[in-house]
């Protein structure tokens, strides 16, 4: 055995000798730090390497790519689904308790919840309410539950005999807490009679303000509305107050996470290395019309094809000369292509002939709809009409038209 001298100085040498490395490892550092070119160079290299100089692939051969993955631990995805369906009875016994449910967790919930409504809600009345879409239009949405139970109401003849409704105006036109006010007095055991709300994303874009919220929140306390709603972002619980979770919405909270990808609800998002355009454009549009109505779409039709054909309406420029101080005064015509738009009461004379709308106020409706998805631009023509354009080129308008079917 060595001396424990031995031993001590054996430990010391060998410290030394890391200590040496890491100097040495130092001393290089700074040495190829110093080897570097200026400031101004670096600053000039830097310049010339930009984001926007990346050639991105297009947003179509990129979403097919990602199709081509194969989707990975299948069946236990199968099982986990399985085991949520076997907690249908459950959900169902909470709604007509008068709860509020509320899925959160990691993957998208629109099929499993569009399942549970289709096989499990068939005794009420569902409205489905697309959370992910840039924008909704809420009041509609609380004036279609009115008039449904408005409808109930006259084909069951439960009204008191001599006594009339307080809103004697079509819902759409009444203000928002004269509807909830109705919808409060709607009381009823028939289980038929009940709506239930089922909304994606209640944490989606345009559901994320404390107006929106509030809406809802009145909607969901009502007798006979119950709410099933999903979420995913990870501070939605921050959208309400005590008194909207407890006393308005009654969330009975669930966990399922369902590991689905978010087809549907990220068309609206961008992909960070795709390229953007008309595409991603187009198939956004498609995806909105979809969720409306066929009178709807059929209205967004007729525009279109009158866009497609008028699309090189000729106008005129005229520049006075004089303001650019020239000698003779005189007027400069200049011929340009350029649609300017439908005539809103071209629109509602064609539409009429067609049987889409019935009234203004129909097709006013449809209107409201198409501006809040930002389907439509509306601008006054020269002679004070208000006209209607689609904003997409000709190819992307025909190739919506081609998909839409």
């Known amino acids: 055995m060595a001396p424990r001298g031995a031993r001590a100085a054996a430990a010391a040498s060998s410290g030394s000798e890391d200590e040496e490395e890491e100097a040495g490892f130092s001393r290089s550092y700074f040495l190829a730090k110093e080897k570097e070119p200026s400031s101004g160079k670096k600053r000039a290299r830097a310049a010339a390497g930009k984001l926007s100089d990346l050639k991105l692939v297009d947003e179509q051969v990129l979403r097919a790519s990602l199709a081509e993955i194969p989707p990975k631990h299948e069946e236990e995805v199968e099982a986990l689904t399985r085991s949520y369906k076997d907690q249908y009875r459950n959900w169902l016994f909470e709604l007509r308790c008068g709860f509020g449910l509320l899925m959160y967790g990691f993957g998208s919930k629109k099929q499993l919840l569009e399942d549970f409504a289709s096989t499990t809600l068939t005794d009420f009345t569902v409205i489905v309410i697309n959370g992910y879409l840039p ?143 008309h595409a991603q454009t187009t198939k956004t549009a498609l995806v909105v019309l979809q969720s409306l109505t066929p009178n709807a779409q059929s209205v967004f039709r007729v525009l279109a094809e009158y866009q497609l054909a008028n699309e090189k309406e000729e106008g005129e420029f005229i520049v006075d000369l004089d303001s650019w101080k020239s000698s003779d005064g005189c007027t400069l015509i200049l011929h340009w292509f350029c649609f300017s738009g439908m005539p809103v009461s071209s629109l509602y004379t064609k539409c009429r002939e067609r049987f889409l709308v019935s009234s203004q106020v129909t097709l006013n409706s449809h209107l409201t709809e198409f501006k809040d998805h930002d389907l439509v631009k509306i601008r006054k023509h020269s002679d004070g009409q208000d006209c209607l354009r689609i904003p997409l080129v000709s190819d992307a308008l025909e190739k919506l038209l081609q998909e839409l079917g």
Not at 151 to 168: E, F, I, Y
Not at 197 to 226: K, M, T, W
Not at 229 to 235: I, L, Y
Request: neutral net charge; aromatic residues 10%; charged residues 20%.
């Open 135 to 277: 924008s909704i239009n809420l009041k509609q949405v609380v004036a279609t539950i009115a008039e449904m139970f408005w409808d109930q109401a006259n084909s069951k003849r439960k009204r008191q005999p001599g006594t009339r409704s307080q809103l004697s105006q079509p819902f759409p036109s009444q203000s928002f807490d004269d509807i909830i006010s109705f919808l409060k007095r709607q009381t009823s055991d028939d289980v038929d009679d009940q709506v239930c709300l089922l909304i994606h994303n209640i944490d989606g874009p345009a559901l994320r303000d404390a107006e929106s919220q509030q809406c809802l929140a009145q909607v969901s306390c009502c007798p006979q509305v119950r709410v099933v709603a999903s979420t995913d972002h990870v501070n939605a619980p921050l959208l309400w107050d005590k008194k909207m979770v407890h006393t308005q919405y009654r969330w009975s909270w669930y966990h399922i996470p369902t590991f689905a990808p978010y087809k549907v609800e990220c068309v609206f998002y961008p992909l960070i290395l795709a390229s953007g355009g």
